[in-house]
């Protein structure tokens, strides 16, 4: 968050994965059926509050079914497969079942900046991704690389083996990813038109909020813009811009305290009665009342 916001801000939950040996990698394995009972409720119970992590997070389900939300919309995850949660999205557990689940969280100084890169590009909005038996069998080898060196911590090399074996299966998580999304080299130009544009959008949504800035900044024009992005996704450019504004004041709305005023005001609208208007037209409903939901 911009250091200047209000302290309002400042209370949006972050849950800070817990650091093996300090290395700004945490790295697990939990099966619901090993714990106890009074272990499974405050699991549980840790788990359906809403929040967000320090790092990005890769979850391996080897067994069982979850229900997981994200920014706001629910996920039915079936085992095998592979879920990853980017630091910036809220999530919680809505349901689990009988789970076997693998948990990796890296932060952005111990991972290669090419992942970081793809993780942004392709897999940020990508589903939980369902995992054939021989793929999931090399991430299952991967993982357990990964846990014997996290066991090793007085080895001298010891954050060495580990951030890079780490490095090795967020690698080969993302290559799956890749494999089920459309080559940049095989993009039509609609499609690679669109792309940059949502990148674009990640970095400027609070700021830049004309499709014709961002035609600007990809050197076309701004009917030519709208016809790429909604040929590729269905919808104008404006409708993304408007989405993805509304997903952060929805955001800050669930874990702030701030008032739905300074919330338009850190969003970049000074004509609050517009930004009111806006958000009830997206959400089907007033600031505050998604607020008085989502917080019962």
């Known amino acids: 968050m911009k250091k200047s916001m209000s302290k309002h801000f400042q209370s949006v939950p972050v849950n800070k994965m817990a650091d093996t040996f300090d290395a700004g990698i945490a790295i697990g394995k939990i099966a619901i059926k090993d714990l106890s009972i009074l272990e ?16 990005h997070s890769f979850f391996l389900l080897e067994e069982g079914t979850i229900t997981l939300e994200i920014d706001f919309q629910k996920h039915i995850v079936t085992s095998p497969s592979i879920t990853y949660i980017h630091p910036d999205q809220v999530h919680r557990t809505v349901a689990l079942e ?40 090399i991430i299952s080898e991967a993982i357990s690389l990964c846990l014997k060196f996290s066991e090793r911590k007085y080895d001298r090399l010891y954050n060495s083996l580990l951030k890079d074996s780490c490095n090795s299966l967020v690698a080969l998580i993302i290559s799956q990813y890749l494999e089920h999304s459309a080559s940049i080299d095989k993009l039509s130009r609609f499609e690679a038109v669109t792309r940059t544009f949502r990148k674009l959008l990640e970095l400027n949504y609070s700021t830049n909020k004309r499709p014709a800035t961002y035609a600007e ?34 955001r800050l709305l669930y874990h702030s305290d701030a008032s739905v005023k300074e919330i338009a005001a850190t969003l970049g609208y000074d004509d609050y009665p517009y930004f009111s208007r806006l958000f009830r037209k997206i959400a089907g409903m007033t600031a505050l009342a998604f607020r008085n939901k989502n917080r019962d």
């Open 98 to 137: 009988n789970i076997v689940v693998f948990s990796l969280g890296i932060n952005n100084e111990n991972l290669n900046s090419e992942y970081i890169q793809l993780l942004e590009d392709v897999v940020i909005n990508a589903k939980a991704l369902l995992l054939d038996k021989e793929t999931f069998s």
């Open 217 to 250: 900044k990809l050197n076309i024009s701004t009917p030519y813009l709208n016809e790429c992005v909604k040929n590729t996704t269905g919808h104008p450019v404006s409708y993304h811009i408007h989405q993805r504004v509304i997903l952060e004041a929805k």
């Open 40 to 55: 499974r409720v405050t699991f549980e119970e840790e788990a359906k509050h809403s929040h967000r992590h320090d790092r």
